[in-house]
């Protein structure tokens, strides 16, 4: 009895589906406002990068966009080397998964498939202005994600809950 009472609950559940439907460059920024006089200097820049993902409803069926935006600014003292900004975008199909679960996929799943398609283009971007690649290191988004959630926490008013988007 208690096996088949299982294996309706188990049947009533949606079946939860995570499918990358299709990868692409959304935008991709190169500048180099001081070559060539950089090229002169010694490569000993100070790196900064900056990673931020959005994503978006497509439609009912279950489809999203996810847009991971990866900046890097080098600089060598005050003269900045390149900017690069990736936005490296997916479409995927999520079915089965509700609130956090969703917002969790959303959040680390589709940005960790995302991630070696915009390390590539920053990498070919740099060798073709001029710089030897950057090569990123791997990225955990598990981490920001927790990080985030934390932050927001810690934003919610005392005593209150917090806003969920």
Not at 80 to 94: D, H, K, N, R, Y
Not at 138 to 150: D, G, H, I, K, S
Request: net charge negative; charged share 20%; glycine share 6%.
């Amino acid at each position: 009895m208690a096996e088949e009472q299982e294996a309706a609950a188990q049947q009533e559940r949606p079946q939860q589906q995570f499918a990358m439907q299709r990868i692409y460059n959304k935008d991709l920024s190169f500048e180099s406002p001081s070559t060539p006089m950089i090229f002169k200097k010694q490569w000993q820049p100070q790196v900064n990068v900056d990673l931020n993902t959005k994503s978006d409803t497509i439609d009912e069926q279950g489809n999203f966009e996810v847009v991971l935006t990866v900046t890097i600014t080098a600089k060598i003292e005050d003269d900045t080397a390149f900017l690069i900004e990736v936005q490296q975008a997916g479409i995927f199909f999520i079915s089965g998964f509700e609130g956090e679960d969703l917002r969790r996929i959303l959040g680390t799943a589709a940005p960790n498939v995302l991630f070696p398609y915009a390390r590539e283009s920053i990498d070919s971007l740099c060798v073709k202005g001029g710089f030897p690649p950057v090569m990123l290191a791997p990225v955990n988004f598990e981490a920001m994600y927790q990080q985030a959630m934390a932050q927001q926490a810690q934003a919610a008013p005392e005593g209150g809950e917090a806003a969920t988007h």
